[in-house]
């Protein structure tokens, strides 16, 4: 044998080896099989921390033991994506059967992948017509490409929270309506002090807390992707007027810089340092949570809640706000699939589960007949979001198959854009599109 | 039937059985995720679903169309090369100064050392508290001095430097290491080179530095393997600066601001486990590898030049 082959034969057979492993990595395939009639031990995880949240979700887990004496659900508390995606990967007995999510916009990556299964077939099964239960706008957000892997599990709405006290001292008799309003009135509530601020009217940069631009830009009704899926925000020109307006609410209030500085010295956004809670806000963008926290914290100040207000030329559209919200799915990695479904059909579908489970956090029901239940929270302030909510013109983000990979390129380039790094506007918009149309083929098979 | 092996079979497999421990460590731990990420880069795979074959298109995605790849690569460079080297000058510096003083060296050492023990995302986080542009201590004294602090980690200019101060904090391991080096140096050289009239200069090129270079080499060479591995400080400290709330449902970007703080790694992490794009993070990983690769074989060529002169 000559001399120069001995060396290659370690090397090739680790390759041929590695290969072979490699070829072998894939996780785990659930099924199901299983008769949820039978004795069964789930496990749930779920991203619930706050005392009275994991109260609530314990509480209806014990009314869904109580109506299935046979699944025992284990219960898995403040779980990020991030584990239960390495979870789902890697498969296995300890890997979750039921697993939620606090976001929607990685829907698309979890039903493309194939990571939670497909619920339809589920639904046929037991009866369910989803049409009939769940509004359309929280079906949308909740599948892909026609794989309905999720079921919105609450929703979350979004709208102004504002200082009724700060109001009052500004002379400013109702929260604005159209953005020429509001950024008058962002003015008008700011209050310097020194170089700093004792106050802002409302805080336009992207990163404080609920920020993110997407949130805001749901006021104009943007349209992300044409009909072949292809990214259009260069096109739209809800994008130039968005990102006009929060360049005028920005300079009205002293500028980019400032504004930054002063957030830097805000609290952690859910503690009571919370800088609208706090009061260093007068208006503020945030979901239906905020009242209870409001409530439960006893603020020092009359407050009140509106939508957030709309572009001068679409006043019709008052009213409107970002949806989002928690999504329930079956892991596809679960060998208990039959009963991890009677769990998501309890939890979502369920109207009196959803109603007590939706006063008890303050989050907004998703079913048609939990949203017009009479034992629904009469709170004014959680029916402003209700209404939100419901309203026709209110806007979810598209699914995509990378997840919210767009809406992260979207926000780095707001964080751009407002930090006045972006000079010609519409080259910045078209590398946008490109770069979102390059992300989503790469992710694509 | 018996199985005979000649003497020179047997001495081979007496040899591979003692060397079968590092084969299997090998084996598992280097040559099979090596071999594996190869191979992952020309698939597309998330993880879930079986791999497709791609060709080149992972590595073309993320030599044409990935924008976060260049200010990763930049600020993984850039802190190799400042971090790296302000780090060995420092820990050097530090170790000479103690090992000259003549009381309280102990607490010195014990001042110095402490901070490195601190954990990592304690010890960034606590730093980003310091350095708070608005309530932080720091720019609070230097308000008082008169000076107008920069934003620190709030500030695209300032985020890496903070960083690299970060790391001069915890300098304690270099500083312990190059003392014991220091210490070592043979008392008898420095007396031959001041009975020569040899400054304190002189003394340190001729006699301290080349005692040393082989430990100055082994700083250097760990110090870039372990910059080249950045992630935890960078993304814990952008994280905390930036303020942006983080819940279950919440993604982490990391490089805040402004990516200025993103390194290679903590792409490799992104594509892999929050895009679910296997194939993209296995091409940065082998790109990251091979600099690492590249530069440590340079800097062990260049040791070997520097003892072969020492000899």
Not at chain 1, 275 to 295: I, Q, V, Y
Not at chain 2, 141 to 161: C, E, M, R, S
Not at chain 2, 245 to 270: A, E, F, M, N, R
Request: aromatic share 12%; hydrophobic share 45%; with cysteine.
């Amino acid at each position: 044998m000559p001399r120069w082959r001995i060396p290659l034969r370690a090397p090739v057979a680790l390759a041929a080896a590695g290969l072979l492993l490699s070829g072998c990595a894939n996780p785990s395939v659930g099924s199901a099989d299983d008769d949820p009639a039978k004795p069964v031990t789930l496990k749930f995880w779920h991203g619930w921390s706050a005392p009275g949240e994991v109260k609530a979700i314990n509480d209806s887990i014990a009314r869904f033991e109580k109506l299935h004496p046979n699944i025992r659900v284990e219960s898995t508390e403040n779980v990020t994506d991030a584990t239960i995606n390495q979870a789902l990967r890697a498969g296995g007995d300890k890997a979750p059967d039921v697993v939620t999510s606090f976001t929607t916009n990685n829907v698309g990556q979890y039903c493309d992948s194939g990571m939670w299964a497909d619920l339809d077939p589920f639904m046929r099964k037991s009866g369910l017509d989803k049409a009939k239960v769940f509004p359309k706008t929280l079906l949308d957000y909740t599948s892909y490409d026609g794989n309905q892997c999720a079921l919105p599990l609450l929703a979350d709405a979004y709208g102004m929270y504002y200082n009724k006290d700060a109001f009052k001292e500004a002379g400013i008799s109702r929260p604005p309506r159209t953005m020429s309003e509001f950024e008058a009135d962002a003015k008008k509530l700011t209050k310097r002090a020194g170089s700093s601020y004792k106050r802002v009217g409302f805080m336009p940069n992207f990163r404080l807390y609920q920020n993110s631009p997407d949130r805001l830009f749901a006021q104009w009704g943007p349209t992300y992707f044409d009909a072949k899926g292809d990214s259009r925000l260069a096109k739209d020109p809800a994008t130039y007027k968005f990102f006009d307006t929060a360049h005028k609410l920005v300079e009205a209030q002293g500028g980019y810089n400032a504004l930054e500085r002063f957030r830097t010295s805000f609290g952690d956004e859910m503690s009571t340092q919370n800088a609208f809670m706090s009061g260093k806000l007068a208006m503020h963008l945030d979901g239906e949570w905020r009242g209870l926290m409001m409530n439960e914290a006893k603020v020092g100040f009359d407050w009140g809640v509106a939508p957030l207000p709309v572009p001068d030329d679409q006043a019709e559209t008052y009213g409107r706000g970002y949806l989002t919200g928690t999504v329930a799915g079956i892991a596809h990695s679960s060998k208990h699939q039959n009963a991890a479904w009677e769990l998501v059909k309890f939890l979502t579908a369920d109207t009196d589960q959803v109603v007590s489970f939706a006063n008890a956090i303050h989050n907004v029901p998703s079913t048609f007949a939990a949203l017009k239940s009479p034992k629904l929270d009469a709170d004014p302030t959680f029916r402003t979001f209700l209404d939100i909510a419901q309203n026709k013109y209110s806007q979810v983000m598209p699914p995509s198959t990378n997840g919210g990979m767009y809406v992260t390129s979207l926000q780095d380039f707001s964080y751009s854009v407002e930090a006045g790094k972006v000079h010609d506007l519409k080259k910045g918009l078209r590398e946008l599109d490109r770069q979102i149309d390059a992300d989503t083929l790469q992710s694509k098979s | 039937m018996a199985l005979t092996l000649s003497n020179p079979a047997r001495r081979r497999l007496r040899t591979l059985g003692f060397l079968s421990p590092w084969l299997i460590g090998f084996s598992v731990f280097f040559a099979y995720p090596l071999i594996a990420t190869v191979y992952f880069s020309f698939m597309h795979y998330n993880q879930i679903q079986k791999p497709d074959f791609v060709g080149l298109r992972n590595w073309k995605y993320v030599f044409e169309q990935m924008p976060l790849f260049g200010p990763a690569l930049w600020n993984t460079l850039w802190l190799v090369v400042v971090m790296v080297a302000l780090r060995v000058v420092f820990g050097l510096s530090l170790g000479l100064l103690i090992t000259k003083i003549k009381t309280g060296a102990g607490f010195f050492r014990t001042a110095f050392y402490l901070p490195y023990l601190a954990p990592p995302v304690a010890a960034t986080v606590a730093f980003v508290f310091l350095l708070n542009p608005s309530t932080g201590p720091v720019n609070e004294v230097l308000a008082h001095l008169g000076i107008t602090g920069p934003n620190w980690f709030n500030d695209a200019a300032w985020a890496k430097p903070s960083l690299v101060m970060l790391s001069l904090w915890g300098i304690g391991d270099l500083m312990v290491i190059f003392m014991a080096a220091l210490l070592d140096v043979p008392r008898e050289q420095y007396e031959a080179a001041e009975l020569d009239g040899a400054g304190a200069w002189s003394k340190f090129r001729y006699v301290t530095w080349p005692s040393i270079t082989p430990i100055v080499m082994f700083a250097v060479v760990t110090g870039v393997v372990q910059t080249m591995q950045y992630y935890t400080q960078a993304l814990v400290a952008g994280k905390i600066a930036s303020g942006v709330s983080i819940g279950p449902g919440s993604v982490i970007q990391p490089g805040y601001p402004d990516h200025s703080t993103l390194t290679v790694p903590q792409l490799v992490y992104s594509m892999g486990f929050q895009n679910f794009n296997t194939g993209a993070a296995c091409v940065l990983s082998l790109v990251l590898f091979a600099i690492a690769m590249a530069v440590t074989m340079l800097l062990m060529r260049k040791r070997s030049g520097l003892l072969a002169a020492e000899d």
